[in-house]
Nanobody, 127 residues
Framework: QVHFVESGGGSVQPGGSLRLACTTS????????IGWFRQAPGKEREGVSC????????RYADSVKGRFTISRDNAKNTVYLQMNSLKPEDTAVYYC????????????????????WGQGTQVTVSS
């Protein structure tokens, strides 16, 4: 029974920070690649970041490079997304997702590769 709980969303002013957490159960996190995705009103779901199971390799969307950092703590079964210098265009529902994959990451963050999804957490950036 794979289960995700996302937390850490909320409302912040532009330039502020949030840290999202995805706590998992029902599987061994170290065996899965984890991705963060987001969807804003009127837009398709977008890959934000991902981290491999094997060597800690990470990927970031161009829109968040230098501002967001993904990390994982396998002992706590938790993946984090630290979001700094937030912009209004970061407003979206953020989802974590898991893929049972021990190999390298694909060059792109592709949602079709992921098997298990959380319920999402709202992030709102406004003045």
């Amino acid at each position: 029974q794979v289960h995700f709980v996302e937390s850490g969303g909320g409302s912040v002013q532009p330039g502020g920070s949030l840290r999202l957490a995805c706590t998992t159960s029902g599987f061994t996190l170290a065996h899965y690649a984890i991705g963060w995705f987001r969807q804003a009103p009127g837009k398709e779901r977008e890959g934000v970041s991902c981290i491999s199971s094997s060597d800690g390799t990470t990927r970031y969307a161009d829109s968040v490079k230098g501002r967001f950092t993904i990390s994982r703590d396998n002992a706590k079964n938790t993946v984090y997304l630290q979001m700094n210098s937030l912009k209004p265009e970061d407003t979206a529902v953020y989802y974590c997702a898991a893929r049972r994959w021990l190999g390298p990451l694909s060059p792109a963050i592709y949602d079709g590769q992921y098997d298990y999804w959380g319920q999402g957490t709202q992030v709102t950036v406004s003045s």
